[in-house]
C-alpha cells in the first residue's frame, strides 16, 4: 500500500491549490478525481488579488494572467432605472501587486494549475478515479479507490465539493445561513453584433419582477444570472427556447453562442465543523455562498492557503504536539468565521439586489441615494473582504488583515514583488524605526534597507499607527507593534505558539 503525507479528494480549483502548495513544501501528496479531465464549462468567472497572489506563489501567475482580464464596475439599477449604487476597484498602487478583481476562463486556468502540480515530484494525481470510502485511527487516513487500490495518509483533505461524500460520510451538517433561491446561470459568447448591444460595465438591475446581473467576461464571454419566480420550472428555464426568451431584453440568438445555461439554487451553508479527527474540509466540501462577489472559488483557495501552511508546519516537524494540534485547530475557526462573516455581507449585496417588493424596493433605492447625498460613490469591492476576526492572531492593530505586497527596490527597473524575494514564511516586515531583529525561522524586512517603490506598507502602517507587523506564510498579519515593548509581546506571543 502507497503511503504519502495528504490525501486530497477533488482535484477541482481547491484541490489542485492544495496539492501545489503542499508539494511545494517536499511533502508526498496523492489527489484524486473522478471526472478524467479539467471540467470544460466555466463556473467561477471571478477572482481577486490575494489569489493571484497564490498563484504567484505557486509559479504560475505570469500563465494565468492571460487568461484574466479586469472586472469592469459594477452598476446598480433600481426600479426606475436609475443608478443606485456603483461597485469599484481600490486604485493603483495595487496593494497585492496585482490587479485587485479580475474575470477570467475557469477551464484553461485549472489546466495551468494541473499542469504544474504535476510538474511536481512529490504529487501523485489520479485522474477518472473516485474515492469509494475512507476509516482512519489516531496516526492516518485509509481511502479506497474504485479501481480497488488503497492508499495510506497521515492526513486527508476532502475537496469534493458541495455534495462531498466524505463530509457526509463523517457526519458533519451544514449550516443554513438562511439563503435559498432558484436562479438560471447563461454563458454567451457574443459576436461582434452581439456585443454592440449590451453595456459597457457589469450591471445589477435590481428590479422586483425580476432581479438579475450581468457581468463582463474575458474577452467576448457574457454571463447572466436571472432569478427565477416561484412556479417557474427550473429545467424549462434552463432549455435553450427559454434562455432566450430570458436573454430577449439584450440579444437574439443572431448575436451570439449559448456556451452554458444551467438551473441552480443558491445557498449560504457551512459545515458545522471543518475537521474531523485527520481529516479536513475545504472549498465547497465546506461552505457554499451566493454569487453576488464571485467569491466561491476564491474562499476555497482562502481555504487550502489556510490549511496548507499548517499542515506542513506539522508534518515537518517544526510545530508539534499539543502547539501542532492547536495550529491544525486554527484553520476551522478562522475559515468558518471568516466565511460567515462575509457570507452575511455576500447576503448584503443580495437583499439589494433581490428585493422583490415594489414598495421596498423604492424604499431602498431612496435610501441608497441619500445615503450619498444623491451622488452616487466609488465602492471598492475590497472593503467589503472581512479580516479574520479569531484564530492565530495577536491582538494588535491591523491583526488579521492581508498584509500588502510591496515591490522592493532591487535595482531593477521595475522591483522586485516581496515573495519573490523573500519567500511565503513567516516575515518581519519593518520600517526601520525600531531596533529589531527576526526571531530565528523568520524573514526579517527591513524597508530603510530595502526600500519599497510604492508606499503600499508604509500607508498600511500609517494607517494603523505601527511600525512592524509579523507576517503568517498566508499573508494574513499575525500582529503588529508600534514601539519595542508590542514587538516582544507579539514576539513572545508567535514563540508561544510554536511550542
Same mark, same amino acid.
Given at each position: 500500500m502507497k503511503h504519502v503525507d495528504v490525501?486530497?479528494? !477533488?482535484?477541482?480549483?481547491? !484541490?489542485?491549490?492544495?496539492? +501545489?502548495?503542499? #508539494?511545494?513544501? +517536499?511533502?508526498?501528496?496523492?489527489?484524486?478525481? =473522478?471526472?478524467p479531465g479539467v471540467y470544460e464549462i466555466p463556473r467561477a468567472i471571478s477572482l481577486d488579488h490575494e489569489i493571484l497572489r497564490v498563484f504567484q506563489h505557486l509559479g504560475v501567475v505570469h500563465d494565468v494572467l492571460p487568461h484574466c482580464e479586469?472586472?469592469?464596475?459594477?452598476?446598480?439599477? !433600481?426600479? @426606475?432605472?436609475?443608478?443606485?449604487? =456603483?461597485m469599484t476597484m481600490v %486604485?493603483?498602487?495595487?496593494?497585492?501587486?496585482?490587479?485587485? *478583481?479580475?474575470?477570467?476562463?475557469?477551464?484553461?486556468?485549472?489546466?495551468?494549475?494541473? @499542469?504544474?502540480?504535476?510538474?511536481?515530484?512529490?504529487v501523485s494525481m489520479a485522474l477518472g478515479l473516485a474515492m469509494t470510502g475512507f476509516t482512519q485511527d489516531a496516526e492516518g487516513v485509509t481511502l479506497e479507490y474504485a479501481d480497488g487500490s488503497a492508499l495510506r495518509a497521515r492526513y486527508a483533505v476532502a475537496c469534493d465539493g458541495g455534495a462531498? $461524500?466524505? =463530509?457526509?460520510?463523517?457526519?458533519?451538517?451544514?449550516?443554513? &445561513? @438562511?439563503?435559498d433561491e432558484p436562479w438560471l446561470v447563461v454563458d454567451v459568447l457574443c459576436n461582434e453584433q452581439g456585443l454592440a448591444k449590451l453595456p459597457q460595465t457589469s450591471v445589477q438591475y435590481c428590479e422586483p419582477e425580476r432581479p438579475c446581473t450581468l457581468v463582463i467576461g474575458p474577452k467576448n464571454h457574457r454571463r447572466w444570472e436571472i432569478s427565477l419566480k416561484p412556479g417557474e420550472d427550473p429545467a424549462h428555464a434552463s432549455t435553450p427556447e427559454r434562455t432566450w426568451q430570458l436573454l430577449s431584453r439584450w440579444l437574439e440568438p443572431r448575436d451570439g453562442t449559448l456556451w452554458r445555461q444551467?438551473?441552480?439554487?443558491?445557498?449560504? &451553508?457551512?459545515?458545522?465543523?471543518?475537521?474531523?479527527?485527520?481529516?479536513?474540509?475545504?472549498?465547497?466540501?465546506?461552505?457554499?455562498?451566493?454569487?453576488?462577489?464571485?467569491?466561491?472559488?476564491? %474562499?476555497?483557495?482562502? @481555504?487550502?492557503?489556510?490549511l496548507a501552511w499548517k499542515l506542513?508546519?506539522?508534518?515537518?516537524?517544526?510545530?508539534?504536539?499539543?502547539? #501542532?494540534?492547536? &495550529?491544525?485547530? $486554527?484553520?476551522? %475557526?478562522?475559515?468558518?468565521?471568516?466565511?460567515?462573516?462575509?457570507?452575511?455581507?455576500?447576503?448584503g449585496v443580495g437583499a439589494v439586489i433581490c428585493e422583490r417588493d415594489v414598495d421596498k424596493a423604492r424604499?431602498?433605492?431612496?435610501? &441608497?441615494?441619500?445615503?450619498?447625498?444623491?451622488?452616487?460613490?466609488?465602492?471598492?469591492?475590497?472593503?467589503?473582504?472581512?479580516?479574520?476576526?479569531? #484564530?492565530?492572531?495577536?491582538? *494588535?492593530?491591523?491583526?488579521?488583515?492581508?498584509f500588502p505586497q510591496p515591490r522592493l527596490d532591487d535595482g531593477s527597473p521595475g522591483g522586485a514583488l516581496m515573495d519573490l524575494r523573500h519567500g511565503c514564511g513567516w516575515r518581519l516586515v519593518h520600517d526601520g524605526a525600531l531596533p529589531l531583529r527576526a526571531p530565528d525561522g523568520v524573514a526579517g524586512i527591513n524597508l530603510a534597507h530595502e526600500p519599497e517603490r510604492e508606499g503600499v506598507v508604509s500607508r498600511w502602517m500609517q494607517r494603523h499607527g505601527v511600525h512592524a507587523?509579523?507576517? =503568517?506564510?498566508?499573508?494574513?498579519?499575525?500582529?503588529?507593534?508600534?514601539?519595542?515593548?508590542?514587538?516582544?509581546?507579539?514576539?513572545?506571543?508567535?514563540?508561544?505558539t510554536q511550542h
Open positions: 490525501a486530497i479528494v !477533488g482535484c477541482g480549483p481547491a !484541490g489542485v491549490v492544495l496539492a +501545489g502548495l503542499l #508539494g511545494q513544501q +517536499g511533502l508526498a501528496v496523492h489527489v484524486c478525481d =473522478r471526472l479586469p472586472f469592469t464596475n459594477s452598476e446598480y439599477f !433600481g426600479v @426606475d432605472g436609475q443608478l443606485i449604487r =456603483r %486604485q493603483p498602487p495595487y496593494p497585492q501587486g496585482y490587479t485587485p *478583481s479580475v474575470v477570467f476562463t475557469q477551464p484553461p486556468v485549472e489546466r495551468v494549475l494541473r @499542469d504544474r502540480v504535476a510538474a511536481l515530484p512529490g462531498s $461524500s466524505m =463530509r457526509a460520510a463523517l457526519g458533519i451538517p451544514l449550516e443554513d &445561513l @438562511d439563503f444551467s438551473s441552480y439554487r443558491f445557498h449560504a &451553508l457551512v459545515a458545522e465543523r471543518w475537521r474531523e479527527g485527520r481529516v479536513f474540509l475545504a472549498g465547497d466540501a465546506a461552505h457554499m455562498q451566493p454569487p453576488f462577489l464571485g467569491q466561491g472559488m476564491c %474562499q476555497g483557495i482562502r @481555504d487550502v492557503s489556510n506542513s508546519a506539522v508534518l515537518n516537524g517544526s510545530v508539534a504536539g499539543a502547539a #501542532g494540534e492547536r &495550529l491544525l485547530d $486554527s484553520y476551522g %475557526q478562522e475559515r468558518k468565521a471568516h466565511v460567515r462573516e462575509l457570507t452575511a455581507r455576500i447576503k424604499a431602498r433605492d431612496a435610501r &441608497l441615494l441619500a445615503d450619498c447625498g444623491g451622488v452616487v460613490q466609488d465602492t471598492p469591492r475590497q472593503d467589503v473582504m472581512p479580516p479574520l476576526s479569531t #484564530g492565530l492572531l495577536f491582538a *494588535s492593530p491591523g491583526a488579521g488583515t492581508l507587523a509579523l507576517v =503568517r506564510p498566508d499573508h494574513y498579519v499575525f500582529g503588529s507593534a508600534a514601539d519595542s515593548a508590542g514587538a516582544a509581546a507579539v514576539f513572545d506571543a508567535w514563540h508561544a
